[in-house]
């Protein structure tokens, strides 16, 4: 059935099958980065300049079905060159995003098409690409979702996009500097002002009882959410877009790192007139993320565990088959780096400083045109060792492909496309080099990444 314009401007039953539409027959819809503003503080502090996506932040919610196609014209309205990353899909490499890699950056003023399928479900998002550091802390993100084929059985579903904004007080602006050096040579730039789409103190209203869907993104540039639930009880159904073989009990709390994504299912056990938290630790203190105020009840009684989200076809890796990488981070504050090559020189980690470089992978300071980590045959099974020899916290990220963490016993985790791998801990990932590409592999603690924490896998 193909609607007229009226029709789906009028209807509402239009409107309900608008999402697996394509978007328009003359042409890809459009997407543009623009300067905005919002309010993201209380009102007394008057309106932040923003970037964002169609002036939006988050941007518009991109909502496709398994298997579908996103298409999209980008247009670059910004000051800045930019470029947009489809974070977690399995996308061809030149629709990858990353601008000095898989294409130039755009120009301001110039177009760009977006143009790739999604073959996997799941809570995805995405993000500028480009001096990330500066432009994902500007507000240039927004959630890209993938509808399973069978929708659980769910009353609601919220998407939850958590990011702590680094604002100056005195002028309620985001603060712009962007490469200071602390927020590089230590944690990152982490913010002042917690929120939720954009919203400090976020709250939806939910019935007792009812089942949610929480498709929870990451979108910080160096926080680690710890998060816990109260007044509901949850399962853990997805991480980074992936399905779990087997909903996991919640249990006392969920980390997130930067990148990460969770699909979160709740049941509401808070009684009308309570309010049911998804909350979030900082420095040690709960602080309410999301509220949810229960006015009313959905049923008598409660639906049972969840049934696992119908599964991807990620492929599986055979350890044994596997090749062995290594990667080992170096370098940061409190850190033993003495020097390290950039751009084929060694320096001293002094003159390293000096140019705002902190972080060695292989003792090369990241950039992409380092070459890259490994190159590899395409269906290579590949099992890569990151040793962290900092003492901070890095969430390293593969761009297109998904991969599975491997415990200490050899047992392989659940798919995932960002690790979290703590200061003097060694962590291993395997994963199927089945797509084909520069693929980015990187720290997603953005002000690392801006500071050394780079490098690429090429498949070929
Ligand atoms: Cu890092």
């Known amino acids: 059935m193909r609607l007229t314009r009226r029709q789906a401007v009028g209807g509402m039953a239009a409107t309900a099958f608008l999402p697996t539409l394509p978007a328009r027959a003359a042409g890809p819809q459009t997407l543009t980065a623009q300067v905005s503003d919002m309010q993201l503080l209380p009102d007394e502090y008057g309106r932040t300049t923003i970037w964002g996506y169609d002036g939006t932040m988050p941007g518009p919610e991109i909502r496709v079905s398994k298997g579908g196609r996103v298409q999209r014209e980008f247009i670059n309205q910004l000051p800045q060159a930019t470029s947009i990353h489809w974070h977690g899909v399995r996308i061809d490499n030149q629709m990858d995003g990353v601008s000095g890699l898989t294409q130039s950056a755009i120009a301001p003023n110039e177009r760009f098409v977006y143009d790739f399928k999604v073959p996997d479900a799941g809570t995805y998002w995405f993000h500028a690409h480009n001096r990330s550091v500066e432009q994902v802390a500007r507000g240039l993100y927004g959630a890209l979702i993938v509808e399973e084929t069978t929708p659980p059985d769910i009353d609601q579903e919220d998407v939850l996009i958590l990011d702590d904004w680094l604002v100056d007080t005195a002028t309620g602006q985001i603060d712009n500097d962007f490469d200071a050096m602390h927020d590089r040579s230590h944690a990152g730039r982490n913010g002042n002002f917690i929120a939720t789409n954009g919203v400090g103190g976020f709250s939806k209203s939910a019935k007792q009882n009812e089942r949610r869907r929480l498709r929870i993104i990451n979108a910080a540039n160096a926080r680690i959410f710890e998060l816990r639930l109260d007044g509901m009880e949850g399962w853990v159904l997805a991480l980074d877009g992936m399905p779990l073989n087997k909903p996991e009990p919640f249990g006392d709390y969920l980390l997130l790192g930067p990148g990460q994504r969770a699909d979160v299912?709740?049941?509401?056990?808070?009684?009308?007139?309570?309010?049911?938290?998804?909350?979030?630790?900082?420095?040690?203190?709960?602080?309410?993320?999301?509220?949810?105020?229960?006015?009313?009840?959905?049923?008598?009684?409660?639906?049972?565990?969840?049934?696992?989200?119908?599964?991807?076809?990620?492929?599986?890796?055979?350890?044994?088959?596997?090749?062995?990488?290594?990667?080992?981070?170096?370098?940061?504050?409190?850190?033993?780096?003495?020097?390290?090559?950039?751009?084929?020189?060694?320096?001293?980690?002094?003159?390293?400083?000096?140019?705002?470089?902190?972080?060695?992978?292989?003792?090369?300071?990241?950039?992409?045109?380092?070459?890259?980590?490994?190159?590899?045959?395409?269906?290579?099974?590949?099992?890569?060792?990151?040793?962290?020899?900092?003492?901070?916290?890095?969430?390293?990220?593969?761009?297109?492909?998904?991969?599975?963490?491997?415990?200490?016993?050899?047992?392989?985790?659940?798919?995932?496309?960002?690790?979290?791998?703590?200061?003097?801990?060694?962590?291993?990932?395997?994963?199927?080099?089945?797509?084909?590409?520069?693929?980015?592999?990187?720290?997603?603690?953005?002000?690392?990444?801006?500071?050394?924490?780079?490098?690429?896998?090429?498949?070929?």
Do not use: Y
């Not at 009313?296 to 565990?305: L, M, N, V």
């Not at 972080?359 to 099974?381: C, D, I, S, T, Y």
């Not at 040793?387 to 392989?412: I, K, W, Y």
């Open 265 to 460: 299912f709740v049941d509401i056990t808070a009684e009308t007139g309570e309010v049911a938290h998804l909350v979030s630790m900082i420095d040690d203190r709960a602080f309410a993320q999301v509220r949810f105020n229960v006015t009313g009840e959905a049923s008598k009684t409660r639906r049972s565990i969840p049934a696992p989200l119908e599964s991807n076809s990620t492929p599986n890796v055979a350890l044994q088959d596997a090749i062995q990488l290594d990667l080992t981070m170096e370098g940061g504050a409190m850190g033993r780096l003495r020097s390290a090559s950039l751009d084929g020189k060694r320096e001293s980690f002094r003159s390293l400083i000096s140019k705002g470089q902190f972080w060695a992978f292989n003792g090369a300071v990241g950039r992409m045109e380092n070459g890259p980590l490994a190159q590899l045959e395409r269906g290579e099974h590949v099992r890569l060792k990151i040793r962290n020899d900092t003492v901070f916290p890095h969430a390293m990220h593969l761009h297109g492909m998904h991969f599975q963490e491997v415990s200490e016993s050899g047992q392989l985790g659940p798919f995932r496309d960002t690790t979290l791998v703590f200061g003097n801990q060694t962590r291993e990932i395997a994963f199927v080099a089945d797509n084909p590409g520069k693929w980015l592999l990187h720290c997603h603690m953005l002000s690392h990444a801006a500071s050394g924490m780079t490098t690429q896998i090429e498949v070929v």
